[in-house]
């Protein structure tokens, strides 16, 4: 897939104010500071297009921005960061949580995992969570370029692998760089393998 053209729609506090269209949505998620804003340059080829910040958590609404004007790509508020409220934290979750189990066009959740680091018991409550709840979800590893291909691939690996324990089908990943591009053709041609399904 190439993306012609990608421009900002809406930002939306909740599920019911999202746009009404039946456009299919792929939604990405991660914790805060995972590299979600670059990511989502990255792969628009454009680069002011999600706002990209040195401060963590800084996605508080639910973004769409149309793609090719076919699909949404939805960028939503990351989960996890410490320095909220607890009131706050609960809104964030509602807001997250009511997307993901309410929105009929969403077709596919993108959890985003930074690589340098050990399986988080955030990220993966989260994962389990989604499959709990029968959601569609594939996990995009980012910030490969800071530990090297060889060792991205080992702790991928190793990060998938203890999923194992609990799940009989893995979901499908992919090892991303915002930095060098690694990583966008393969999530390109897989939103469009799942578009060509719709």
């Known amino acids: 897939m190439e993306i012609k053209k990608s421009e900002f729609t809406i930002s939306a506090p909740r599920v019911e104010l999202c746009p009404k269209d039946n ?9 805060s500071n995972v590299g979600k804003s670059s990511l989502i340059n990255m792969l628009c080829a454009h680069k002011g297009l999600a706002k990209t910040s040195s401060t963590p958590g800084k996605t508080l609404l639910i973004n769409h921005f149309i793609i090719n004007d076919t699909w949404y790509l939805v960028d939503l508020p990351g989960y996890g960061f410490a320095k909220r409220s607890k009131a706050e934290k609960e809104k964030l979750d509602q807001m997250i949580t009511g997307y993901i189990l309410q929105r009929q066009q969403l077709v596919n959740v993108f959890v985003l995992i ?6 988080h018991l955030i990220d993966r409550k989260f994962v389990d969570w989604l499959g709990e709840n029968g959601i569609p979800f594939s996990i995009i590893f980012t910030k490969a370029d800071k530990v090297g291909r060889v060792k991205a691939k080992n702790n991928a690996g190793k990060w998938m692998d203890t999923l194992k324990e609990t799940w009989e089908e893995l979901p499908p990943y992919f090892i991303t760089s915002s930095q060098d591009k690694a990583g966008r053709d393969e999530i390109l041609d897989y939103i469009d393998k799942i578009h060509k399904t719709l």
């Open 23 to 31: 456009k299919p949505e792929y939604a990405f998620i991660g914790r």
């Open 114 to 119: 930074d690589i340098r680091h050990e399986q």
